[in-house]
């Protein structure tokens, strides 16, 4: 299986700034990904982490508004930008790890804009 | 493309009675399927997975889910519920040539009445 923790756990946040998220994994892995669980709703990916390269975003996303780091085959942040209320959610760090064929998924991060 | 759909936003046992959480799932390949739980404020926890092996798939906690493919549903059951298994389950599915990407149902939430 695959640790993952998140920083910070939650934070509140006034409308127009920027927060970054941070996601660790205790091994290597491959593919990491970022998921978005607005109130009260399911999740929804917002892109794929690629180690080296840019960021594979999902439709309606969009790399101006979420940009995301990749480093190294352990680390990946995700910065939510100029934020708006609407961007109020819990921020999901995922890791799939191919041996086990699942994604593993790390505590979340809550935001909350003012 | 693959999607989901849950058939109960809400279900409500009794604790000691059979808990059913029903899933249809549309994809183009053969799919790998998935039960997640959440409960309230905690992380994402994998129940179950299906992944082309065994149609009827035993999971943790006394959770078991059948596939099948003729009626496209990954049904999910358990025999006995307990009050702790009270939260939010999502059925998950991902197939296809971008096989590692996830999509979530809406959810199902789950109350257990004393």
């Known amino acids: 299986s695959a640790v993952i923790s998140q920083k910070p756990s939650r934070d509140i946040c006034q409308r127009g700034t920027s927060l970054t998220i941070q996601c660790q994994v205790d091994?290597?892995?491959?593919?990491m990904f970022w998921y978005r669980q607005q109130p009260g709703q399911s999740l929804t990916l917002i892109a794929t982490?690629?180690?080296?390269?840019?960021?594979?975003?999902e439709s309606g996303f969009v790399i101006d508004k979420f940009p995301i780091s990749r480093p190294n085959l352990t680390f990946s942040t995700l910065t939510v930008s100029n934020m708006s209320p609407e961007d109020s959610s819990i921020y999901l760090c995922?890791?799939?790890?191919?041996?086990?064929?699942?994604?593993?998924f790390g505590p979340g991060t809550r935001l909350t804009v003012l | 493309a693959q999607s989901v759909t849950q058939l109960d936003s809400h279900v409500s046992v009794s604790e000691g009675t059979p808990v059913l959480l029903r899933c249809n799932y549309s994809?183009?390949?053969?799919?790998?399927l998935f039960w997640y739980v959440q409960h309230p404020n905690k992380g994402l926890q994998l129940l179950l997975k299906y992944t082309s092996a065994a149609t009827l798939v035993k999971g943790i906690n006394g959770f078991e889910a059948e596939f099948k493919k003729s009626e496209t549903s990954f049904h999910l059951t358990k025999p006995s519920a307990h009050m702790s298994d009270a939260a939010e389950y999502f059925c998950v599915v991902s197939g296809g040539s971008n096989d590692y990407k996830l999509s979530f149902g809406a959810g199902t939430t789950v109350t257990v009445r004393a």
């Open positions: 995922s890791v799939r790890v191919r041996s086990y064929n699942e994604q593993f």
């Open positions: 994809s183009s390949y053969s799919p790998s």
């Open positions: 982490a690629n180690q080296g390269s840019e960021a594979t975003y």
């Open positions: 091994s290597q892995v491959t593919m």
